[in-house]
């Protein structure tokens, strides 16, 4: 009889066991989060028409992009995964995302309906993460990460002042981050609804009901 592959944990999954917050990963989550306004200075420059600001604007938004991922390998290979990383990271990628957005909307290079689906997507995961922390903690899934990283590709490319296959390319990467983002988004509300029922409180909760 044949069995599939073996399933290996993520580590991001599992409750953390008494892991500083003090840690390289989460100086690396703080340090995207303090960028998300540099970053956001250098692309609205000069109403962004300033091709020196553009091409700034583009190394700092991909040092953040970059730090995203070696914070998550670090965090991991290193067994310095807590709670603080697992709910500020998704923060941090959302906040880089959304300046990004916003500010390629208000430079005329992204339709303001895109900006606003997207965006409303991330708060509203953001705020169903805190509605369900209480059962438990939502670690970014691995389509969420493939989401962040179709959206930070095309970003990255829109913030580049690029024309012709480039900027078309930029528009097929941005349209699959918008399909991939709202079909993670409808997933996360289906774990947060599996945890809510699953979690130790609900299970305690129930125990005690039926004590009564």
């Given at each position: ?168 390319l930029a528009w097929a990467i941005l349209v699959a981050a918008l399909v ?33």
């Amino acid at each position: 009889m044949t069995h599939g592959p073996a399933v290996t944990p993520d580590p991001a999954a599992e409750p953390s066991s008494g892991v500083s917050n003090w840690n390289i990963a989460n100086y690396l989550t703080v340090l995207r989060i303090a960028l998300v306004p540099v970053f956001g200075w250098l692309l609205l420059a000069d109403g962004g028409d300033s091709t020196g600001m553009r091409v700034a604007a583009f190394v700092v938004f991909t040092i953040a992009s970059i730090t995203d991922r070696i914070d998550g390998d670090l965090a991991r290979s290193r067994g310095l995964v807590t709670d603080f990383g697992k709910v500020v990271d998704p923060i941090a990628d959302k906040a880089l995302i959304g300046m990004a957005l916003i500010g390629l909307s208000l430079i005329d290079e992204v339709p303001w309906w895109i900006t606003v689906v997207i965006l409303v997507r991330e708060l509203g995961i953001t705020a169903l993460r805190f509605a369900v922390i209480r059962h438990g903690v939502m670690p970014a899934s691995r389509g969420g990460k493939l989401k962040t990283a179709l959206q930070a590709f095309a970003i990255g490319l829109f913030v580049l002042p690029l024309d012709g296959v480039l900027h078309w390319l930029a528009w097929a990467i941005l349209v699959a981050a918008l399909v991939v983002t709202v079909v993670t988004g409808v997933d996360y509300v289906l774990r947060a609804v599996r945890l809510r029922r699953t979690s130790e409180r609900t299970a305690a909760r129930r125990a005690r009901r039926q004590g009564t």
